[in-house]
């Protein structure tokens, strides 16, 4: 039941944001009384916390398959990396208007919940970071002390890029560069820094 109300809070907080979305409507979308909605969640700032928080749970998970589908036969440095960077921004855009939102939010959640929510998406991140970190040392991508700054600052610039594109790219959608453009880029920048390609 929770999880149905997680996800029935997701789709409207990612439609309509923190401010615009009120418990009755969260009960209505997820198809349970409002008294369901309050046994499971003390408030809506709870509520959006975990909300918020499923997508980056579902990466992690995402991350984890895609391990899974290369570990007896290791893909090359530029598949797996490019595995990566599309399992973020695909995410990213997928909840677009979450990220978004999160970032309106901060100033109406109560001081408890915003530090919750730091502190729970630095936990998931550090968990993805710690799911990394052992393929990362086998394939020598980074020194191991700086794999999670490496990797959140992939994450922000992802999450830049995919959820705050008109702020970062312009209000002309016609000339951002394509879903492939923008992985491979970020792909070839992290493996191989601003020159964009192996060193000869």
């Known amino acids: 039941m929770r999880a149905l ?8 907080f990612d ?3 923190f401010d615009g979305t009120a418990l009755d409507e969260v009960a209505r979308e997820s198809g349970v009384a409002r008294s369901v909605v309050y046994r499971h969640f003390a408030s809506k700032s709870e509520l959006y916390v975990d909300a918020v928080l499923q997508p980056f749970v579902d990466l992690q998970k995402s991350y984890l398959t895609l391990w899974q589908q290369q570990a007896d036969q290791p ?10 960077v599309t399992l973020i921004y695909d995410t990213c855009t997928l909840h677009r208007n979450v990220i978004n939102g999160l970032l309106s939010a901060r100033q109406s959640l109560d001081p408890d919940t915003a530090d919750r929510l730091r502190t729970s998406v630095g936990g998931v991140l550090d968990q993805l970071v710690a799911t990394v970190q052992p393929e990362s040392d086998r394939r020598g991508w980074v020194p191991p002390e700086s794999l999670e700054l490496s990797l959140k600052l992939m994450f ?12 970062f790219l312009g209000p002309d959608e016609s000339s951002h560069p394509d879903r492939d453009a ?3 880029h970020v792909t070839r920048l992290f493996l191989y820094g601003a020159g964009l390609d192996r060193p000869r």
Do not use: F, H, N, Q
């Open 75 to 84: 893909w090359d440095d530029d598949r797996y990396m490019r595995g990566i």
């Open 5 to 12: 109300i997680v996800a029935g809070a997701g789709r409207l």
């Open 156 to 167: 922000g610039a992802v999450v830049s890029v995919s959820a705050l594109r008109d702020t």
């Open 15 to 17: 439609e309509k944001g």
């Open 182 to 184: 923008v992985i491979d």
